[in-house]
Nanobody, 123 residues
């Protein structure tokens, strides 16, 4: 079992930056791919970014490519999402998740989820 706790969300102006974090429990963190998804009311959970177990391969949604960066820090069992040039349409609850077999782009690829952190971008 893996437990995930997101933090770092908040209110930021358009054009600003924010870094959100996801701390994972358990010693198997380094074996798993990690992903970030986001969701707004009435919409399905949307893929944002993912990173493989080694940290060497990443994937991004087209809507965030060039603005967001996913990274991981093994010593702290933590994955980060650095968000630059934020837009109002980035407003959502952001979730991190564990992919035990890869670093997929579908929510169904992921086995464990955090509780989410709210990111609000004002115009």
């Amino acid at each position: 079992q893996v437990q995930l706790v997101e933090s770092g969300g908040g209110l930021v102006q358009a054009g600003g930056s924010l870094r959100i974090s996801c701390a994972a429990s358990g010693r198997t963190f380094s074996s798993y791919g990690m992903g970030w998804f986001r969701q707004t009311p009435g919409k399905e959970r949307e893929f944002v970014a993912s990173i493989d177990w080694s940290g060497g391969r990443t994937r991004y949604a087209d809507s965030v490519k060039g603005r967001f960066t996913i990274s991981r820090e093994y010593a702290k069992n933590t994955v980060y999402l650095r968000m630059n040039s934020l837009k109002p349409e980035d407003t959502a609850v952001y979730y991190c998740a564990v992919d035990r077999t890869g670093w997929g782009i579908r929510a169904d690829d992921y086995d464990y989820w955090g509780q989410g952190t709210q990111v609000t971008v004002s115009s």
